[in-house]
Each structure stands twice: as structure tokens, then as C-alpha cells.
């Protein structure tokens, strides 16, 4: 599904698609900047719970219908579809209450910190049976579109070691990390989702080594910020991805696939190409600040395949139960930890 350009998608003969928003935190706004000025067929024309100091800058963007309530929103006879950026706490609700006014719905990874509750979500949204689109953003970064279009051609042959590197420049505030979920759901979820998706395979066990090493805040909240997690997959591919919360010299995102035919790697982008050399050695520029301009291509990107999605039909290029899988990985990871042992993904996925 990353195959998808901008410029191609507002090409598509689209109806216009009349979308309402919750949550404008963040990642809302992301969403309804790209929403509003990227797709011409597409308006952002109602919002739920908006802060009062949010609704000017909200009715620029062109929203005109302020509701209350979230029910309130997904009752609007005249929106197709939700986009859901709430916390995390109130997505599995507001999915079923957008799913069973009919809405088309793209709501913000993850699903549920719950399991029993994701579970739960996926039959809502298969009953439904309404377009349903999960934020796993990172799919549709090019230069990983790249590296999937590499494995899916063969030009890797048989991969033999995926390996990711995921550092954030620094933890988040302590307010967030009380209700994120920890590392593993909240940050290397993504990886996990990422190893699923470019070696189109599923896990099978997970193992995994932690610690607190530069934020001691984070074992109140029983965290962690550094992390060591293999994976073997059905297939035979192993898998190593390593997350840090305090990367030092920025927000460092690798990935390499070593197989048969080769290696191909996706590296960081930087602000600037420019580099030079002297008798101290050779400086290029600092990585990009964090996942905002890392990855704002790919957000872009993801809202123009949901829109497309909807418009066209076929099968979510993101779907709920995807989500389950690699919550499922996540929770894996954390047992790993608390064990210290390696947990069959099955013991998650039966239970």
C-alpha cells in the first residue's frame, strides 16, 4: 500500500469525502493538517471536545460543526468517515460508537492497552463491516517503500536478519507516560509492526533483554528505556530490534535486511546534505529532531491511502487485526522481560 504518491492520489476521480475529527492533540493535528491541505476531495468539516483555544486555528482548517460529545460527532448524517486520535484509553469506544453509525473509520495505533479489549474492537469492526484503517504510519515512509518493494521483488532472495534501530532523543514527559502503555506499546510497537509487515511473515517466539539506564523517572511507572528484542519468525527469519529512549545525538530510525542475494538498508535522513572534512575528520549534519519531520512524509502518505481506501474499497491497508498481532508481539516482549524467557506468541494470541 506505500506505493501511493501524493500527487497520484489527488489525481483519483474522488468523490468528496466529508470527514469529522476527535482528539486534537499532537498527532490530531498531523492528521487534520494533512487532511485539509493536501487532497482537494477531501474536507474536514466537523471535530468533538475541541479546547477552546484549539477552535480558532481548527476552523481555519476549515471545520465548521464544533460538537461536544464524541456521539454527537459520529451521528452527523453528513460525515463518511472518523478520524479517531483520542487517547488511547477512549479508542476502543469510540470505534464501536463510530462503528455502529456506519462510519469509515482511521483511528491512531494502539487499538487498546488491553488485549481482551483489542480482541473485542476487531469483532466490533468485522460486525460492523465498515472500512476500518489503523495508524501504523510508518509503512508508507518511501524510503521503507523501498526496502519492502526490494523484499517483495526478490531482490533480497530468502531474508535471513532483519535489524532495526529505534532511538528516541529522549523520553516523553511524565504525564504521558503514565497512561502510554511503556516502551513496548507505546515505542516498539512500531518495530514490531514494521518486522511483520516487511517480511510479510508472523512471529513466532520473542525474547527480550531491558532496562532503566538514563531516566530513572521510568520505574515508577514500571518502564523501561532501553531494550534488546529477538524475534523468530514462521518462516525461519530472525529479527533484532533495538529501542532506546535516550539517544544522545538524535532520533536515530535503521533498518537492514540481510538475505540471500544481499543486504539493502533504509538510513536516517538528515536537515541538510551538506558535509565536509578536515584534519579532525569528516562532520555531516545532526539527525532530524524527532518522529514529527522524520516521518512527515509518511503521514502524509497514510491519510492519502485511507482516503483512497474508503473511496475505492478493497482490503484495509491497515487492518484491526494486524493491530492484534502486533499488540500481541508487544505484550510478548514485556512477559520476556518479566520472566526472563522466551514466550511463544501463542501463549499471548490462545490466552
Not at 54 to 68: H, I, L, P, Q
Amino acid at each position: 500500500m506505500c506505493i501511493f504518491k501524493t500527487k497520484e492520489i489527488t489525481k483519483l476521480p474522488l468523490k468528496t469525502i466529508n470527514l469529522g475529527i476527535i482528539g486534537l492533540g499532537r498527532i490530531g493535528k498531523v492528521h487534520l493538517t494533512h487532511a485539509t491541505h493536501h487532497f482537494p476531495n477531501c474536507r474536514v468539516i466537523a471535530a468533538a471536545r475541541v479546547h477552546p483555544e484549539k477552535k480558532e486555528w481548527v476552523a481555519r482548517c476549515g471545520v465548521s460543526r464544533f460538537y461536544d460529545d464524541f456521539t454527537s460527532l459520529v451521528q452527523d448524517p453528513d460525515l463518511d468517515a472518523i478520524i479517531i486520535a483520542s487517547p488511547t484509553g477512549f479508542h476502543a469506544t469510540h470505534i464501536e460508537q463510530a462503528a455502529k453509525a456506519g462510519k469509515a473509520i482511521f483511528c491512531e495505533k494502539p487499538l487498546d492497552l488491553s488485549f481482551s479489549v483489542v480482541k473485542k474492537v476487531v469483532q466490533t469492526v468485522k460486525k460492523a463491516n465498515i472500512p476500518f484503517m489503523l495508524g501504523f504510519n510508518r509503512r508508507f515512509d518511501p524510503t521503507y517503500c523501498k526496502l519492502k518493494d526490494a523484499l517483495q521483488t526478490g531482490k533480497v532472495g530468502t531474508p535471513y536478519l532483519l535489524r532495526i534501530t529505534s532511538r528516541d532523543p529522549g523520553p516523553p514527559p511524565v504525564e504521558y507516560l503514565k497512561t502510554s502503555g511503556g516502551l513496548f506499546l507505546d515505542m516498539a510497537i512500531h518495530d514490531f509492526d514494521m518486522a511483520r509487515y516487511l517480511l510479510d511473515d508472523e512471529v513466532e517466539t520473542v525474547y527480550t533483554e531491558a532496562a532503566v539506564l538514563g531516566e530513572p523517572r521510568l520505574k515508577a511507572f514500571h518502564d523501561v528505556d532501553t531494550a534488546i528484542t529477538t524475534l523468530r519468525c514462521k518462516k525461519g527469519t530472525l529479527v533484532t530490534i533495538d529501542n532506546s529512549r535516550n539517544s544522545a545525538y538524535g532520533y536515530d530510525q535503521r533498518i537492514e535486511v540481510f538475505g540471500e542475494k544481499g543486504v539493502w538498508g533504509a538510513t536516517n535522513p538528515t536537515a541538510t546534505f551538506d558535509y565536509h572534512s578536515n584534519a579532525q575528520g569528516t562532520h555531516s549534519p545532526t539527525l532530524l529532531p524527532f518522529f514529527m519531520e522524520r516521518y512527515e512524509a509518511s503521514y502524509r502518505l497514510e491519510m492519502g491511502t485511507f482516503l483512497k481506501y474508503i473511496s475505492e474499497g478493497g482490503p484495509s491497508p491497515v487492518s484491526a487485526e494486524e493491530g492484534l498481532q502486533s499488540m500481541a508481539i508487544s505484550i510478548a516482549a514485556q512477559r520476556s522481560v518479566e520472566e526472563n524467557r522466551v514466550v511463544s506468541l501463542s501463549e499471548i494470541i490462545n490466552n
